[in-house]
C-alpha cells in the first residue's frame, strides 16, 4: 500500500493487525490506534509537540527503576488508574470501596501479632488502630490477612529511603476470630507523591499540586472473598478534594481520635499526644454480585 495520507492511514494501520492471533490484543491494540490518531487529529498535533511527547515519555523511562515506579505515577495522576481500579471493583452497596494501589506497596512484609507496633520506629506521633474485617451480611472473617502500609511524617515510605533497611509503617497481620484486629502505628500525615521527576514537572505545568490526603493503605485477602485493596483517609484533611491520584471516596474517610495523653487503647500510657483509629473492612464473597456502589 503506498501513497497513505490523513485520511486513510488509520484504517491501513488497523488493517494490518488482521493476523493477530490474540483477539483481546487485536482488540486493545485497534482501540488505542484509533484513539491516538483521534487525539493528534483533533489537537493538530504539530511536529514539535510530539517530539516534546517523545522526550517525556523517554524521561519518564529513564527515571524508572525498581523503587521509583514513574509510569505508575504517570497512570495515576492522569486518573487512568482510579478509572481502572473503578471498572474492575463494581461492588454491592455496603461493600467497603476499593482504591489506587500506588507504588509502595511491597511483598513479603515483615508479619506481625495483634497488637504489635506497625510503625517499627518510623517518624511519626503514635496511632492505635482497631478494626473488624467482615462479610456483607455482618458475619467475621477470622483469620484474613491484613497487610498494611503507610509514609511516615516526613512523607516517606520506608522504600523511599536510600539505605536499605527493615521495613517501617508496613506489615502484615491476621484477624483473630471475631474478625477484629488491632495494631500500633503512626498517625498518617498529608504527603506529596514523587515529584522530582518528569511527572512531577507535568503537574507543576498543568498549576496542580503533587499532594495526597493523610492515609493509611491496606490490602485485604480472605478464602471465598474478592481481595480488597483500599485506604482509610483521614477526615479532615485539606487535601481530600483534591488528591493528586484522585483515590478519595467518602465511604473511605475515618476520624482519626486525637488524645492529648493518657491511656491508650493497648492499655499502655502515652504520656505525650496520640491519635486512635476504627474502621470495619466489609468484604465481598467471591460469588457476590458484581454491580456498581451507589
Ligand atoms: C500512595 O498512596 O502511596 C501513592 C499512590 C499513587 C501515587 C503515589 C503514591
Ligand atoms: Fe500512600
Redesign the pocket.
Known amino acids: 500500500m503506498r501513497n497513505i495520507d490523513e485520511d486513510t492511514i488509520t484504517q491501513i494501520v488497523l488493517a494490518r493487525h488482521t493476523e493477530a492471533e490474540n483477539p483481546r490484543l487485536k482488540q486493545i491494540m485497534t482501540s488505542i490506534v484509533q484513539h491516538l490518531h483521534a487525539f493528534a487529529r483533533d489537537v493538530q498535533l504539530s511536529e514539535e509537540e510530539w517530539f516534546h511527547g517523545i522526550q517525556f515519555l523517554t524521561d519518564v523511562g529513564h527515571i524508572t527503576d525498581d523503587k521509583r515506579q514513574e509510569f505508575i505515577l504517570l497512570s495515576d495522576t492522569l486518573g487512568l488508574s482510579m478509572l481502572v481500579t473503578a471498572l474492575n471493583n463494581r461492588k454491592p452497596r455496603g461493600c467497603t470501596e476499593s482504591t489506587v494501589f500506588?507504588p509502595?506497596f511491597v511483598e513479603d512484609a515483615p508479619h506481625y501479632e495483634n497488637g504489635d507496633d506497625v510503625g517499627n520506629g518510623a517518624k511519626g506521633e503514635p496511632c492505635f488502630v482497631t478494626g473488624r474485617v467482615t462479610g456483607l451480611d455482618g458475619e467475621a472473617i477470622a483469620n484474613a490477612r491484613i497487610d498494611v502500609w503507610?509514609?511516615d511524617s516526613d512523607g516517606f515510605?520506608d522504600v523511599q529511603y536510600a539505605e536499605a533497611g527493615s521495613a517501617h509503617g508496613r506489615g502484615t497481620l491476621h484477624s483473630l476470630a471475631d474478625g477484629s484486629f488491632h495494631f500500633r502505628s503512626i498517625t498518617a500525615e498529608s504527603?506529596p507523591i514523587p515529584h522530582d521527576g518528569p511527572v512531577g514537572r507535568m503537574l507543576a505545568a498543568l498549576g496542580r499540586h503533587p499532594w495526597?490526603p493523610a492515609?493509611l493503605?491496606f490490602m485485604i485477602d480472605a478464602p471465598g472473598y474478592e481481595r480488597l485493596i483500599t485506604?482509610v483517609f483521614r477526615s479532615g484533611d485539606k487535601y481530600l478534594d483534591s488528591d493528586a491520584v484522585f483515590g478519595v471516596r467518602s465511604s473511605l474517610i475515618a476520624n482519626w481520635e486525637r488524645h492529648e495523653s493518657g491511656k491508650a487503647p493497648d492499655g499502655s500510657h502515652q504520656e505525650s499526644p496520640f491519635s486512635t483509629l476504627d474502621f470495619t473492612f466489609v468484604l465481598n464473597r467471591l460469588d457476590g454480585e458484581r454491580h456498581r456502589n451507589q
Open positions: 500506588g509502595f503507610q509514609a515510605y504527603y495526597r492515609h493503605h485506604h
